[in-house]
């Protein structure tokens, strides 16, 4: 027990943190390969024959923890209670890309379980030559190697491999277990880290502390690009050992408690330069088309749009549709602790692109890359990203200035102020339909914010206020796919106006842009289907060729109880509506079917009942992803419903839960998860595509319960009045 | 109220500390500023950081404690305001090993993302509980509505509510 102690406290001191099951851990800390090539980068095994996985993506609360676990387990032959986790940290693991794009699973899982498989073929051989046993009549099992035979000649895979690791680099062709032999993958297994959360042993990066560590607050300017002109630090004084740190436009203060600090931030008194640089959240509609714009880009092109409109006569359709600027919201303000020292700096943060921040934190700090480390904690729920980065940096200049550890919390305001916003989205569609209601030809355009080639990270708050040197330009993920509709129409074109700004400083949220583009495609799809009276589930049936899109629309419909007949319901109050997404055109596959009803005397729409059939191909946990695609419906229901970030032309002005509001218990529908496993289909993300189908399923219902089109979210009880006004 | 509290216009030449008990065991808190809210007495001074700072006012639930078994926001309530009263937080419920039946419930619901709302949620819950032993589904959503989570996890919370009740759930 003692040597099992003295490991697992040397990781501690070296800031690692094991999650979940403590397992004595095999690792010689320092001199660790994370070569992505390597196994040994990615597993180790103790003499005990435990097991630590080293992981460079992050559980943000999406089950990665568990999931992994069961995909190194499967190959391994091992319960996941012998398996512990260490997650991006960028000395310990291998860079496996930011954990973002719904790609923990199906990208960081799937290289671990090529580095299992590698491994268990290795131990394999191992044990053939000791036990002179042909390999093909071995199996690994229960932590051993066991001859198939029952011959009870068992060697512990801690014995066989001995202290020297593999030594191997991962084998493509490895060959991986037999889905129809798992143990383990598709268990509805508990998330390790649950019991830690619900009795709050939980360590979050907010909960992290050092020696000697100072609490930091920034003071953001009063308006979008303002410079300080003068700072009067005199009422400091009240505060025993509080002091100002003042680098060019970066302000803050220091203190020996939060709360030090936060009243430290509220006397000083700053002299901020005029700015209204910002357009005000009114305008971004009109100013997007107005540019201005440094590219167009045709992204599909079909047919013949142009003549297939112009043949249709009378039977085309226009129509605009609007996403906007919306915030990540987490529910903690971002958090990070940072200790800077002069030859080497550490940064534990709840960012999800450890390894893909640490060249700008070597930067930020001048330092090599090698002395900069980033130890991943736990924040507050993340989806996309959201302030960690920009808090990060706050606590690492200010950790820098002063020569001390340094950890930094946001308050509510900065975080709803100052993140990294979703971009806004407009689109505008046309389409035409034969006699028979066929849609002949389509067209959809877009106008997005263009992100920056090659930019490896958004740009972050701290060093822009402190005049350091940091590559400009946009972040956004890939926001303009999904704007074809997947039904096989003949002419199809999709365009995009690139807008060489965004209103506020964009990054990527949750799916990132397909939940606008699907949100129009799906209420322009069924918008066509209304003025032919078809019924649009049934037109989406006739127009898929994809048997597993058919087979997730059929499957909602079914469990919705939908009846064909065209939209608008005849008996108005309640109605339904479905939608469909391709993810990415090559991912997930996703059907939503709602119930919905609107109150046209309040403008309130409420959401009775949620359908979603979900097509991931290979399910690894059906549990937490079940929660993952309920997380995703139930926070796209709150974009569509309730959020847009409020801004004038010099702040954001929705800085609290009043001015930003998110949907709570009351407004919760009943949500049924229907999974389609594929278990001889790779495994693909789960966090994700669920959200993109259910801003058109909701618009779909309102539509049927009430004739009206809502086009523009969020669908506020304000803006249905207005449109109920409008169209009557 | 309390026995400790100064009398009025007589101002001792130091302040007495605050006295409160926190998880069972008697503590001494600096009352120095003492309208300090309660939430960083909490978490710094006494190292029970389970409670969390979601908003500091009021708006979000999650530095919700039980404050003589009532719910209260801890950034809302200053350790002044704490004297004298037996405060409870998610540390003092249950242990992984021993849960509260309330986190037993959460646990076996997987009722939690981030988990970040999780404190607040779960000592609501047990406030809720120990009033209502039997609530509806709507005394549920009731009880919570001052409660924000951006996860999503709002049914699994609210079936672990009527688990921990032996409820049917929903
Ligand atoms: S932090 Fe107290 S209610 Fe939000
Ligand atoms: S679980 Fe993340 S906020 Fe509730």
Known sequence: MTTALSRRDLLKAAGALVVGFTLPVPVLANARSVAADQV????????????????????????????????????????????????????????????????????????????????????????????EIAEGELDLMDGEVRPLSGDNRALGIGDLLGEGGFGLALDPAAPLRRPSTYKVVGQPLPRPDVPAKVTGRHVYVHDFTLP??????????????????????TGLKAIKGARMIRIRDFLAVLADSEWNAIRAAALLKPVWSEAATLSGHERVRDAMKAGPFVAEETLVAKGDVDKALAEAGDRVHRAEYYWPVQSHASLGPSCAVADVRSDSATIWTASQATHRFRPAFARLLGLPEDKVRLVYLDGSGCYGMNGHDDAAADAALLSKAVGKPVRVQWSREDELGWDPKGPPQLLALEGCRDENGLITGW?????????????????????????????????????????????????????????????LRPSNIRAPGKIANVFAVESFFDELCAG???????????????????????????????????????EPGIGRGAAYVHYKRSETYVAIAMEAELDKESGRIRVRRVVCSHDCGLVINPDALRLQIEGAIIQTLSRTLLEEVTFDSHRVTATDWTSYPILGFADIPEIEVDLVDRPDQPPMGGGEAAATPVPAALANAVFDASGLRLRTVPFTPERVKAAIMESS | MTATAPKQGKAPPKTPDIRLSVNGKPRTLSAASSKRPLLHALRDELGLTATKYGCGKGQCGACTVLADGQPVRACLMTVAEAAGKSITTLEGLGTPKAPHAVQAAFIAEQASQCGYCTSGMVMETAALLATTPEPSLEDAKQALSGHLCRCGSHRRILRAVMRASGRPQP
């Open chain 1, 40 to 131: 040994d980068s990615f597993l180790a095994i103790a003499p005990d024959g435990s097991v630590t996985i080293y992981c460079g993506k992050v559980d943000l609360g999406q089950g990665l923890r568990i999931a992994i676990r069961q995909m190194a387990a499967e190959e391994l032959g091992l319960g996941v209670e012998r398996i512990a986790l260490i997650e991006g940290d960028t000395d310990l693991t291998p860079d496996q890309g930011p954990t973002a794009g719904s790609t923990g699973v199906a990208k960081g899982g799937v290289q671990i379980r090529q580095a299992a498989a590698t491994a268990r073929q290795a131990l394999i051989r191992l044990a053939a030559q000791r036990l």
């Open chain 1, 532 to 570: 032919a009276q078809l019924d649009p589930l049934v037109a989406r049936l006739q127009g898929l060729r994809d048997l597993r899109g058919l087979t997730v629309v059929t499957r909602a419909a079914a469990r919705l109880g939908w009846k064909p007949r065209p939209s608008p319901n005849p």
């Open chain 1, 212 to 233: 000697g560590m100072l609490h930091g607050r920034v003071i953001r300017p009063n308006a979008v690009g303002a410079t300080l002109l003068s700072v009067d630090e």
């Open chain 1, 443 to 503: 067209r959809t355009e877009m106008w997005l914010p263009k992100a920056t080639a090659g930019l490896p990270n958004v740009p972050l708050l701290a060093p822009q206020a402190a005049g350091l040197p940091q590559p400009p330009g946009l972040i956004t993920g890939l926001i303009a796919q999904n704007g074809d509709p997947p039904y096989g129409v003949p002419a199809q074109e999709v365009k995009v106006h690139w807008l060489a700004d965004a209103p």
